[in-house]
């Protein structure tokens, strides 16, 4: 009872005071508000790299050459020759915890078809790259066993690809097409696959027998790398360890040396790109803090004007049966109702710009829910701290003082 | 016999100012029975604020006792004290200390928002009751702003009564008003008086202290008259003859 009259009390004084109590209601408006967009395009940046990741293949294992050493000298790792086919052999032969393996190798020139050219990438590889790729055919075929092995002269292309050589939708399957001044027929077209995490377009592409490439168009006889798929996410790390061994007897690596070159998962991957996403959360979060700290600190400050202005009054309401604790729980309800409306319309806000961060700047968002009932307890507890001190002041008047306060 | 209100007894209060002890009361002693309108007089510096401050709890005694409806407010703490001041005192003040943009009614609900044992539905009741007995029942939704002076006096006048206290103090209730809006205050008190009111006004015009039952006059911390007055002039009275001249 004593406590509703307290609350109403407050209310009043608010309701009194509107375009003060909104002004100071802005500081935390703004600041919860800014911290839950800023938490949602965080989550939404960490959440749309990490769906764009698994998309290229989540339980994809890389093996690079590195760190090779050639008579002292550190090279750099296009140069480096420390893949060959034969490693890529044993890996196939022995290693228990990949699926699927597929050698790499890749350059890039001009591709022609008729009065058509066009830039592209070609990626030399075996016909299980596209298991590895989690990628499908949408017409066509990818190249046989014996082709590969024969160093044929095929290829299946990427939709961009497509595009740019057969402007005017004929159908590409069985018509050649020239790259570097090597004939190439294709064979098959790639799905469509977009861009990925880097803004790279996946679809840039021409594939065909790592043979062909080699020998072909780039004349080397090692490889750039090789690409696996390990049984499951989850095996990935125990795929990279049992690549690495397999590797290093290979490579006749003495225990202590360092390795001449790199294995590495996806998942490795996405952990790195989540820490640096979790960081720019970190960041965001912590200036959209100081923002609501702000609105605290202002909170504070028209709470001791409001204290101040109003010592009569509070001399007033000592004189006609007011205690101390009821003065002071007046101006905190009030304090804390100022925070705490201020903190619903800063959610509504909050959640009115992550939609319209989303839908017209197209950035990814997520808005999660302990992001806004963390935001709103701050802004409570916001309240009730900074407007402590005031209240704490409000309370402490002497009332003869305070009736005859000029 | 009637019941006493209020009794006073060798009450000393001083005050260190710097290195000085100043004293404002040097030991007063009187009882208020239940029914009088005692009017309090003296000069400034003669310790009639402090002994308001000290009737009306807001303030503590040096030395000596009060006792307030049989109450010794010596040992009481500031919550008490507070409750006090809820329950058995109405204030009014010289500058009326209303709160501003604010109803009558709310504002002479005030002191009842502080006592939990009353609903909000009372509380409004008991509010428009008084603002009625003080003459103001059209002006209920009126805020100060919209109110004369007079009227707002009458407001405060109908916050002190709302928690039908014991005694109400008055200090220096007329002093912001012209001389024909303070006889009409003096008539409402001499009316709520005669309703059975016991009032301690202070005060330091003498032809307001006519209008009460009995005069205290202090100068120097001390009592130096306390006397009935045999002859009460009528604020009504008075109030009809202004009226005469001006016409």
Known sequence: MRFLNLFKIAWKAIVLNKVRTFLTMLGIIIGVGSVIAMLAIGEGSKESIKTQISSMGSNMVTIRPGADMRGGVRMDASEMQSLTLSDFNTLKATAQNITAISPLVNGSGQAINGSNNWPTSIYGITPEYLTIK????????????????????????????????????????????????????????????????????????????????????????????????????????????????????????AEGQ????????????????????????????????????????????????????RTREIGLRMAVGAKEADILMQFLIEAMMISITGGLIGVVLGLSS???????????????????????????????????YPARKAAALEPISALRYE | MKKTIIKVEDLKRSFVMGDEIVHALRGISFDIKEGEFVTIMGSSGSGKSTMLNILGCLDQPTSGTYE?????????????????????????????????????????ELPLFYNSNITSAERK?????????????????????????????????????????????????????????????MALFQKLNKQGKTIVFVTHEPDIAAFSSRTIVLKDGRIIKDELNDKVQSAEEALAKIKNVVD
């Open chain 1, 134 to 253: 989690v990628w499908e055919l949408s017409s066509g075929s990818i190249f046989t066993s014996a082709e590969v092995k024969s160093a044929a002269k095929v290829a299946v292309v990427g939709q961009t690809v497509v595009t740019n050589l057969f402007p005017n939708g004929e159908d590409p399957v069985g018509k050649t097409i020239r790259y570097n001044n090597i004939p190439l027929k294709i064979i098959g077209v790639l799905e469509k696959k977009g861009e990925n995490t880097f803004g790279q377009d996946q679809d840039d592409v021409i594939l065909a027998p790592f043979t062909t490439v080699q020998k072909r168009i780039l004349a080397i006889d090692y490889l750039q790398s090789i690409v696996a798929s390990a049984k499951s996410e989850n095996d990935a790390p125990a795929a990279v360890e049992e690549i690495s061994e397999i590797l290093r007897k290979q490579h006749k690596i």
């Open chain 1, 258 to 309: 360092d390795d001449d070159f790199n294995v590495f998962s996806m998942e490795e991957l996405i952990s790195t790109f989540s820490s640096t996403s979790e960081m720019l959360t970190v960041l965001l979060v912590a200036i959209a803090s100081i923002s609501l700290l702000v609105g605290g600190i202002g909170i504070m400050n028209i709470m001791y004007v409001s204290v101040k202005e």
């Open chain 1, 354 to 388: 992550t939609i319209f961060i989303e839908k017209v700047l197209n950035w990814p968002t997520s808005v999660t829910s302990y992001s806004v009932v963390i935001s709103f307890i701050v802004c409570a507890i916001t309240g009730i701290f900074f407007g402590w």
């Open chain 2, 68 to 108: 307030i409806d049989n109450v010794s407010v010596k040992e009481l703490s500031k919550n008490q004290l507070a409750s006090i001041r809820n329950e058995k005192i109405g204030f009014i003040f010289q500058s009326y200390n209303l709160l501003p943009r604010t109803t009558s009614i709310e504002n002479v």
């Open chain 2, 125 to 185: 009741e008991k509010a428009v009751e008084s603002l009625k007995l003080v003459g103001l029942s059209d002006r209920l939704y009126h805020t100060p702003g919209q109110l004369s002076g007079g009227q707002q006096q009458r407001v405060a006048i109908a916050r002190s009564l709302v928690n039908s206290p014991v005694v109400i103090l008055a200090d220096e209730a007329t002093g912001n008003l012209d001389t024909k809006t303070s006889y009409e205050i």
